[in-house]
């Protein structure tokens, strides 16, 4: 019989302790990890916290610090929790973390359009206004005060007219005339 090195006896003796069946051979299923995770002695309470936060409002990078603040630690390879690893958590509890609505609506006046509210009016793709705004066809502020921070065109009936003629004008292809070359030019 073979005698096991000390240092493997007593990581199998930490491992039988805080999961006796994964040293017996008892699978549930899953890996290793997960199993380790899920079998820990503080993961309902791990599990309750994320949730409590969670209700309140936090997004998955408040909440990982917050764990990590108040000591809570991963089961392996990481001595800290990351928003990734929060979002799996709240995933096992099959809830999932949604995006906050913009708080502030987006305020301009009567001849002042949002992107996609002046592509819409107008008929132009989102694209071909956008690429006139970045040439300087368009005058437009950026609004920072909401989250993305948006476009705003300005844009009075008399532009309207003008952004709706531009869009009805035949397309004309200004390319120089090719010139046929004979064989003895060269």
Request: aromatic share 6%.
């Amino acid at each position: 019989m073979a005698i096991p090195h000390p240092t493997t006896r007593v990581h199998l003796l930490a491992l039988t302790a805080l999961c006796p069946s994964l040293v017996s051979g008892e699978r549930t299923g899953g890996s290793k990890k997960k199993e380790i995770l899920i079998r820990s002695s503080y993961y309902p309470q791990l599990q309750a916290r994320v949730v409590a936060l969670y209700t309140q409002g936090k997004d998955r990078t408040t909440i990982a610090q917050t764990l990590n603040a108040e000591g809570w630690r991963p089961a392996k390879r990481r001595a800290t929790f990351t928003a990734l690893m929060v979002g799996r958590l709240l995933a096992r509890q099959g809830l999932r973390y949604l995006t906050p609505a913009r708080t502030l609506p987006v305020v301009h006046t009567a001849d002042e359009w949002t992107l996609q509210a002046l592509a819409q009016t107008v008929g132009i793709p989102q694209e071909t206004l956008y690429a006139w705004l970045r040439r300087g066809r368009l005058t437009a502020r950026r609004d920072t005060s909401v989250s993305p921070p948006r476009w705003i065109i300005r844009a009075d009936a008399t532009e309207l007219a003008r952004l709706r003629a531009v869009r009805n004008a035949p397309h004309t292809c200004k390319r120089p005339a090719v010139t046929q070359t004979s064989m003895e030019d060269f």
